[in-house]
Structure formats: C-alpha cells, structure tokens
C-alpha cells in the first residue's frame, strides 16, 4: 500500500497537519493522495458508487473534524482507514437495520448491489470475484480487501482493525479458500 517514500512523505504530512499555518494546505492533499485508495476501500465494503462517495466525503469530514486530535502516534494511512472502515461499518448496520435484514443477509444485499452496479466493465470473472467476496462474513471480506487489493501489511491491518497480525493472517487464509470454493462450486 505505501512505499518507504510515501511513509516519509507522510511523516513530513503529520507535521504540517499539526502546524495550525499549514493544517488547511497539508488536508489538502490528504485529500489529493488517499481519495482515491480509501474511495476503493470503501466500495468494496458497500459494492455502491454513489454510497462510496458519500462515505468519502463523511470519512475526510470526520477525519477534519478530528485533526486536533491526531498527534501521529499511527501512521496517516492508518488512522483515515480505520475512520474510512467504521463509516462503512456504520453504514452498513443502517443499510441493514432500514431493510430489516440480518448479518447473515448482508451477502446477498451486496450481491444485489453487484448484479445493479453500472459502474464497472462488464468483466464476469472480476463480477465473480466481487460476488464471492460479498459472501464472506464482513470481517474476512474486509481482511481479504485489505490484504488483495491494497497489499497492505499484517501489522497494519491489525491496528486499523484491532486485531492481533496472527488471527488477521487465518482470517485472509479462510477467505481465500471460501472464494476457491466459490468459483469451483459456480462454473
């Protein structure tokens, strides 16, 4: 996810945050460089262009809201994906409790998002992926989004998710294997 360059990038990031001259510049591009991987996080959560971009938008506002408050104990990354990853949490549990469907639905009003998405190409094994993601319990599918697309490191996922490394590692081991399944079972 970040190279040593962009790591040192954000420490000189952090300070400026912190500086109260150049908080509003520094946000800025905040803004500019994680727009675009958390807005691919948080997709994959809800499986919605248009709610994706709304939980954006909420994301950076808490993230401003809050910027007193972030002293650079974690890494930049770190801090806007745990805010990004409750959001849609947040989200979700609303999504669910307005349709009046279980946790153990919510797969299937991921799927349902996925068959009616007219923001991607018409890729069917990419669509077929995203079906067999949308069928693991929410916190396989947001350990296998993290580590698949965005590579982001064991130690990394586990202080955004509050989780040890080692139960983040069997988690993404039974992911992939229930989306092994999943393509073998629907070809």
Same mark, same amino acid.
């Given at each position: ?80 994906? /745990? ?6 949490? +947040?989200?979700? $549990? #609303?999504? *669910?409790?307005?349709? %009046?469907?279980?946790?153990? &639905? ?20 990419? /669509? ?6 949308? +069928?693991?319990? $929410? #916190?396989? *599918?947001?350990?296998? %989004?993290?580590?698949?697309? &965005? ?37």
């Amino acid at each position: 996810m970040t190279d040593r360059s962009s790591a040192i990038n954000d420490s000189d990031l952090t300070a400026r945050l912190q500086n109260p001259e150049e908080c509003r510049a520094a946000f800025g591009e905040v803004i500019r460089r994680y727009s675009e991987p958390l807005y691919r996080q948080i997709r994959r959560m809800v499986e919605n262009h248009d709610d994706a971009n709304d939980l954006l938008q909420n994301t950076f506002l808490k993230a401003w809201s809050s910027i007193d408050a972030f002293r650079g104990q974690a890494k930049l990354s770190t801090w806007l994906y /745990k805010i990004a990853i409750n959001e849609s949490l +947040t989200f979700l $549990e #609303k999504e *669910r409790k307005r349709l %009046n469907i279980s946790i153990d &639905d919510e797969s299937s009003m991921l799927i349902n998002a996925i068959e009616a998405d007219t923001h991607t190409d018409g890729d069917e094994t990419l /669509k077929k992926l995203r079906q067999a993601i949308a +069928t693991l319990p $929410e #916190k396989q *599918r947001i350990v296998f %989004n993290m580590r698949y697309y &965005d590579e982001i490191p064991y130690e990394q996922m586990s202080e955004i998710l509050g989780t040890s490394a080692g139960a983040l590692k069997a988690s993404y081991h039974h992911a992939v294997k229930k989306i092994e399944r999943f393509f073998n079972d629907n070809d």
